[in-house]
Nanobody, 116 residues
Framework: QVQVVESGGGLVQPGGSLRLSCAAS????????MGWYRQAPGKERELVAG???????NYADSVKGRFTISRDNAKNAVYLQMNSLKSEDTAVYYC??????????WGKGTLVTVSS
């Protein structure tokens, strides 16, 4: 059974930092197939950071220079370091993981609240 589990969300003040973690298990995952999305209240889910097929990183324009995605393929894990957080970064952050068999799986999400 495939499981995708996020952790690391919470309440942080504007300008602060958080590090999200995601671990996937139960299948063989594509080396470039894990990434982060977010969904703010009243908005659609959007890509925050991920990896292209060639392994380069992709970021939403709104987080470039502030967020950094990294991965540990041996652990089927992906991380999101978020710095200089803004109120508009408040959202539920979801990890997405794709398997080598074409499966696409989501975690339940972790809430990030940026507020003073």
């Amino acid at each position: 059974q495939v499981q995708v589990v996020e952790s690391g969300g919470g309440l942080v003040q504007p300008g602060g930092s958080l590090r999200l973690s995601c671990a996937a298990s139960g299948s063989k995952f594509s080396a470039n197939g894990m990434g982060w999305y977010r969904q703010a209240p009243g908005k659609e889910r959007e890509l925050v950071a991920g990896f292209s097929s060639s392994g380069t990183t992709n970021y939403a324009d709104s987080v470039k220079g502030r967020f950094t995605i990294s991965r540990d393929n041996a652990k089927n894990a992906v991380y999101l370091q978020m710095n200089s957080l803004k109120s508009e970064d408040t959202a539920v952050y979801y990890c997405n993981a794709r398997t080598i068999y074409g499966g696409n799986f989501w975690g339940k999400g972790t809430l990030v609240t940026v507020s003073s």
